[in-house]
């Protein structure tokens, strides 16, 4: 098989998903659980000169993308391979900040017990409904083909930890938002009315129609704890995806502000500004995200180099 070039751009876009996605975290990390960021404590944290150390968003950010490169030509989800590969860099750095939920799962997988098993012990049999599987999963938007295909690689991915529907879910309303915004037009305005649209069509499910139809209606000057009032900012999947992409939404063009926007949401705040970092920086690219954070950020020449390894699979569409 004939592997495209990258052009530039593609090269740009697939840095700007992975190292957005660990740049919110990385900021937001020192912050999650505030219940509100003052912008004094923010500004300081932003200008400070120590490096940024990501969490479990961006370790299993990587396993993600890492499964996605060593996959090549084959179907590139292989669900019990990416349950051992988490369960590994779970085991390698339980430090990381892990849900609870996940830990739990990962602990058995690593222990052997098969990822379906291991995914309905926690929480009362139905699985985790935690926003998990939704912030791991901005590669997939790389080597999607259409919107249908992302959401399908996105469930296949999140169930391997995440087995209730609204985990899963999220999941896929976060990978057909990262491909929306990497095939954006970038030289034209964010159309918001209809990259909404475009979500609701995407998500089979109606349980989220409701949370979008709110992102579409919150006031263009809604502060981010008004829009946390109402969206959420929990580490729940429906309580914090939305809240990302409403992020997104008022900063399409300014991935800084859109993951500064996100911490000043406060609660889950490293992985809501992960998931808007992600959506951002799909859509300007490398170019959009601060240099100087880019220069404390732990790990960033591997992330850019799996970013580099997924680049030639994003499909031209313009
Ligand atoms: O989804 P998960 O990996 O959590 C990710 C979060 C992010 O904020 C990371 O930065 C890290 O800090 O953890 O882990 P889970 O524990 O499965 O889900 C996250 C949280 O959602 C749980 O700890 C619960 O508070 C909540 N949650 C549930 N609560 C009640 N019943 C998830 N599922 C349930 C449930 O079924
Ligand atoms: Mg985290
Ligand atoms: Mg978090």
Known sequence: MTVPRPSANTTAQARGTLLGAALGDALGARFEGEDVVGGPSLVAHDRAAEP???TDDTAQTIVLARHLVQRRDRAPVDE???ATDLARAWQAEPWRGYG???RQVLELVAAGVPWPEATRACFGGHGSYGNGAAMRVAALALIATSLTHAAQLADRTAKVTHAHQHGREGAELQACAVFL????DPVRPLDRDHYLDELSRALPST???G???QIRAMPPTASPSYAASLLGNDATAIRSVPMALHSFLRYPDHPAEA???AIRAGGDTDTIASMAGALAGARTGIHGLP???????ENADRIRALADRLAPRIPRTR
């Open 52 to 54: 940024l150390r990501y």
């Open 80 to 82: 019990d391979a990416l």
């Open 181 to 184: 915004a990497l095939h954006s």
């Open 100 to 102: 609870a939920g996940s």
């Open 291 to 297: 240099v100087t954070w880019l220069e404390r950020l």
């Open 259 to 261: 993951i500064r926007y």
């Open 211 to 213: 949370r979008i139809d």
């Open 207 to 209: 349980s989220w129609h």
